[in-house]
C-alpha cells in the first residue's frame, strides 16, 4: 500500500510537472495489489507518452504564439495532440493566424494600393473588434488622403490659375515698369532742359532788373537835368524881361533923342548960318537915335523870338519833366513786375528743383520696382512650377 500510495502521488507530481521522470511500481506479490500496480504502470506508459507528445505540441504552441508576438505569421503548428481539448486549441490558434494572414494581407494589399496611389481601394471585410477598428482606420485613412488629394487638387488648380494671372500681369508689370523707365528717363531729360532753361531765364530776368534799376537811376538824373533845365529856363526868362525892360529904356532914349535931334534942327534952322554945323549934329543925332531905335527894334525882336523859343523850351521840358515821371513810374511798376518774375521764377527753379529731386527718388523707386518685377516673375514662375507639379502629382493619383 505504501509503494501504491508513493507511486501514485509521484505520478501526480509528474502530470503537475514538478517532477520530469515519474517511476513505475515495483510490486511483486501475486495478489490484487499486483493486479492495481500492472494497471496504474500502463496507464503511466499511456499517459506518459500521451503527456511528452503533449508537451511537445504545447512547445510548438508556445514557439508560434511567440512568432504571432514578433509580428510573424507564416508559421503553424504542425504538430497533433491525442489529447482533444489541445488538439482543439491548437486546430483554433492555426485558425486564428490564417484568418489573421489573410486579413493582413488584405489590409497589406489595401496599403500596396495607397503606396502606388490608388485611394479607391477599400477594405470590406466583416469583422469585430480591434481589427474592424484597423479596418476602418485603413479606409479612413485612404478617405482621408482622398479629401487631402482633392483639396490639393482644388488648391493646385487654383494656385496654377493664380500663378498664370500672376505670371500675365507680372509680365504686363515687366513691360509696364520698363515703359515707365523708359518715359521717366526721357522725362528727367526734358526736365533737366526745362530746369535750364528756368536758370537761365532766372538770371535773365536778374539781368533785367539790374538794367531797369539803372534805366531808372539814369531816368532820375534825366529828370534832374530837365528840371536844372527848367529852372536855367526861367533864368533865361526873367534875364529876357530885363533885357525887354533895358531896351524899351533904349527905345524911349532913342525916341527922346530923336525929339530933341529935332527940336535941334528946328532951333538950328532958325539960327540960319551960324546954325549949320549944330544942324549937321542934329541929323546925326537923329540919325544915332533912328538906328538906335531900329537896333532896339530888332534886338526887340530877336529878344521876343527867344521868349518864345523859351517859352517852348519851358513847355517841353515840362513835358519832358512829365515824360521821366511817367517813365519813372513805369519803371518803377515794371521792376516790380520784373521782381515778381524774379521771385516767381526763382520759386519756379526751386520747384523744378524739387520735382527733379521727386523724379530722381521716383527713378530709382520705379528701378526698384523693375528689380523687385523681375523678382516677382522669378518667384511667379518657380509658382506656376510648383502648382504644375501639384496638378500634375494629384492627377496621376486615383481618388
Aim: hydrophobic share 35%.
Amino acid at each position: 500500500i505504501l509503494i501504491l500510495q508513493t507511486g501514485i502521488v509521484d505520478f501526480f507530481e509528474y502530470l503537475k510537472g514538478n517532477k520530469s521522470t515519474v517511476s513505475k511500481l515495483e510490486i511483486n506479490t501475486q495478489d490484487e495489489f499486483k493486479t492495481m500496480a500492472d494497471e496504474i504502470n500502463h496507464g503511466i506508459d499511456d499517459l506518459k507518452v500521451s503527456f511528452e507528445n503533449d508537451k511537445v505540441v504545447i512547445k510548438d504552441v508556445t514557439t508560434v504564439v511567440n512568432e504571432i508576438i514578433d509580428g510573424s505569421l507564416q508559421d503553424k503548428i504542425t504538430t497533433s495532440s491525442n489529447n482533444k481539448s489541445i488538439q482543439e486549441l491548437v486546430e483554433v490558434i492555426n485558425n486564428m493566424t490564417t484568418s489573421l494572414q489573410q486579413t493582413i494581407n488584405h489590409c497589406l494589399s489595401v496599403l500596396t494600393s495607397y503606396q502606388n496611389n490608388d485611394y479607391t481601394v477599400k477594405t470590406n471585410i466583416q469583422c469585430k473588434g480591434e481589427i474592424k477598428e484597423l479596418m476602418s482606420g485603413i479606409d479612413k485613412l485612404g478617405s482621408n488622403v482622398t479629401v487631402m488629394l482633392t483639396d490639393n487638387q482644388a488648391t493646385g488648380d487654383t494656385l496654377q490659375t493664380s500663378s498664370n494671372s500672376l505670371l500675365s500681369k507680372v509680365d504686363s508689370l515687366n513691360v509696364s515698369s520698363n515703359k515707365a523707365a523708359e518715359s521717366l528717363d526721357k522725362t528727367v531729360e526734358s526736365i533737366e532742359n526745362i530746369t535750364n532753361t528756368i536758370s537761365s531765364n532766372t538770371k535773365n530776368v536778374a539781368k533785367i532788373s539790374n538794367y531797369a534799376t539803372e534805366l531808372t537811376g539814369s531816368t532820375l538824373r534825366g529828370q534832374d537835368m530837365a528840371n536844372d533845365t527848367t529852372r536855367a529856363m526861367d533864368d533865361i526868362s526873367q534875364e529876357v524881361n530885363a533885357i525887354n525892360e533895358a531896351i524899351t529904356v533904349i527905345d524911349q532914349i532913342a525916341f527922346q533923342t530923336n525929339i530933341l535931334s529935332l527940336n535941334a534942327a528946328v532951333e538950328a534952322a532958325t539960327a540960319g548960318e551960324s546954325g549949320k554945323g549944330f544942324a549937321v549934329v542934329a541929323q546925326e543925332v537923329r540919325n544915332l537915335a533912328s538906328r538906335s531905335a531900329e537896333a532896339a527894334n530888332e534886338i526887340k525882336n530877336l529878344v521876343e523870338s527867344a521868349t518864345n523859343k523859351t517859352v517852348n523850351g519851358k513847355k517841353i521840358t515840362d513835358d519832358m519833366i512829365s515824360g521821366y515821371e511817367d517813365l519813372s513810374n513805369t519803371i518803377t511798376k515794371t521792376l516790380d513786375l520784373v521782381s515778381k518774375i524774379e521771385e516767381t521764377s526763382r520759386d519756379q527753379e526751386e520747384g523744378i528743383h524739387q520735382i527733379n529731386d521727386a523724379i530722381s527718388e521716383l527713378d530709382v523707386q520705379t528701378k526698384n520696382n523693375q528689380e523687385i518685377a523681375t523678382d516677382t516673375k522669378i518667384i511667379a514662375k518657380e509658382t506656376q512650377n510648383i502648382s504644375n507639379k501639384i496638378v500634375s502629382d494629384t492627377n496621376s493619383k486615383k481618388f
